[in-house]
């Protein structure tokens, strides 16, 4: 897909690096089209290394090539990130006076713009005006978040996050789903716990909760009620789903048990840690040069996905368990996944390798999916949002 980003001249633009990146690393062609202002805050070799393609701010510059009408023609999705109020205002106007706000006049793609500004600029009244005329003419205005602004300021008016634009942004073009998980409620834990140490360190993990909010992402766009169970989130909630932030394993359990108790469907994505301090320090633990190392004692937590799937919080409940593995002597990733199956007794277990670039953190995901027995019913490989879609297929296969 031939995507356009448009940045324009405020402090937010760094964040559109972020967002061109994941337009990238989702398999997107991006043709980024800044104005001169932005460039004051990102330079062109940053956006033309990035992403592969010339920058350029003016329509009299690749005049020969009609620039100005040629990539508004091509693009399938134009995103304007940040939006300023300047942007705005000559958008809403028609102006055409840079190579930026040309290819808004032409472009026929679907447009969403992400307004980034100080408070007061947001809800001015001409501002206010300029987004209604612009919603009105089918362009799509995302709110601003609200929270630090430059400076000391805080308010409506933060530039929402980079996988929150690129998310709403390629909804706009990806065709509707079916809605087949309507009426039902699904559960998705997502993230990784932290057992605390001492007041200042924990066991953790490398699980940003990328791969569980794009489940709970999923199963809103097939009309599902989504209770996500979060823990430590590196990424943002999606807008619909009802957010429970959890810290420990046995936080997430309790939040799971008693969501879970009307749900039709509990996907266990979260990395739950298997063990646990026993007696977490009351006060930071020092260290005591030349001095003895301290001895942590371990217990094992509660496993929330095999407890879960051999009780059943209710009749007729599917449960879907995730197997972060790394091969090892005594076996491949599909080895230990599949006597992880059999043991779990969940429905579906989604086994996946993790490491060095794999699995935790990253844009993609490669998964293999495996049924109670550990026979292997699905496999997907592709970005997080499409692995997602492949586990709920999977769910709905069942009945």
């Given amino acids: 897909m031939?995507?356009?980003?448009?940045?324009?001249?405020?402090?937010?633009?760094?964040?559109?690096?972020?967002?061109?990146?994941?337009?990238?690393?989702?398999?997107?062609?991006?043709?980024?089209?800044?104005?001169?202002?932005?460039?004051?805050?990102?330079?062109?070799?940053?956006?033309?290394?990035?992403?592969?393609?010339?920058?350029?701010?003016?329509?009299?510059?690749?005049?020969?090539?009609?620039?100005?009408?040629?990539?508004g023609r091509r693009a399938d999705l134009v995103v304007v990130a940040p939006a300023t109020a300047d942007?705005?205002?000559?958008?809403?106007?028609?102006?055409?006076?840079?190579?930026l706000t040309a290819t808004l006049l032409v472009t026929r793609a679907p447009v969403l713009l992400a307004p980034a500004m100080h408070t007061e600029m947001w809800e001015h009244p001409?501002?206010?005006?300029?987004?209604?005329?612009?919603?009105?003419?089918?362009?799509?205005?995302?709110?601003?978040?609200?929270?630090?602004?430059?400076?000391?300021?805080?308010?409506?008016?933060?530039?929402?996050?980079?996988?929150?634009?690129?998310?709403?942004?390629?909804?706009?073009?990806?065709?509707?789903?079916?809605?087949?998980?309507?009426?039902?409620?699904?559960?998705?834990?997502?993230?990784?716990?932290?057992?605390?140490?001492?007041?200042?360190?924990?066991?953790?993990?490398?699980?940003?909760?990328r791969q569980g909010v794009a489940l709970a992402a999923a199963a809103l766009e097939r009309g599902a009620?989504?209770?996500?169970?979060?823990?430590?989130?590196?990424?943002?909630a999606p807008p619909g789903a009802d957010l429970v932030a959890v810290g420990t394993a046995a936080e997430l359990r309790d939040a799971v048990r008693a969501a879970g108790k009307d749900a039709d469907v509990v996907v266990m994505a979260a990395a739950v840690a298997d063990y646990r301090p026993v007696s977490p320090a009351d006060a930071k633990i020092k260290k005591q040069p030349g001095g003895p190392v301290p001895t942590i004692t371990l217990v094992e937590t509660v496993d929330v996905l095999a407890e879960i799937a051999h009780e059943r919080l209710r009749a007729g409940q599917v449960v879907v368990g995730?197997?972060?593995?790394t091969g090892d002597d005594e076996g491949s990733v599909l080895e230990h996944g599949?006597?992880?199956?059999?043991?779990?007794?969940?429905?579906?277990?989604?086994?996946?390798?993790?490491?060095?670039?794999?699995?935790?953190?990253?844009?993609?995901?490669?998964?293999?999916?495996?049924?109670a027995s550990g026979r292997t019913v699905a496999a997907a490989r592709g970005s997080k949002a499409d692995v997602a879609h492949a586990v709920w297929d999977a769910v709905r296969a069942l009945g």
């Fill in 126 to 209: 001409a501002t206010v005006a300029n987004v209604a005329t612009l919603r009105a003419r089918g362009v799509h205005v995302l709110d601003p978040a609200s929270g630090r602004l430059t400076g000391a300021d805080t308010g409506p008016g933060r530039l929402p996050e980079p996988d929150e634009i690129a998310r709403a942004a390629l909804a706009l073009v990806q065709p509707v789903r079916e809605q087949d998980l309507a009426g039902r409620h699904v559960v998705v834990s997502a993230g990784g716990t932290r057992e605390p140490l001492d007041p200042v360190r924990y066991l953790g993990n490398r699980s940003s909760g």
């Fill in 87 to 99: 942007l705005l205002a000559r958008a809403a106007a028609g102006r055409a006076d840079d190579l």
């Fill in 338 to 371: 599949r006597a992880k199956a059999r043991r779990k007794g969940a429905d579906l277990l989604v086994v996946n390798a993790v490491g060095d670039g794999l699995g935790f953190g990253t844009a993609d995901n490669d998964v293999t999916i495996l049924d």
């Fill in 322 to 325: 995730f197997a972060a593995e």
């Fill in 225 to 236: 009620r989504v209770t996500l169970v979060g823990a430590n989130l590196s990424v943002a």
């Fill in 2 to 71: 031939h995507i356009v980003l448009g940045v324009s001249g405020g402090i937010a633009a760094y964040k559109a690096v972020l967002l061109l990146r994941l337009l990238r690393e989702a398999g997107h062609d991006v043709r980024v089209v800044p104005t001169r202002a932005a460039l004051e805050f990102v330079g062109r070799p940053t956006w033309e290394a990035l992403s592969g393609q010339p920058v350029t701010t003016d329509v009299f510059e690749d005049v020969d090539q009609v620039a100005h009408v040629a990539i």
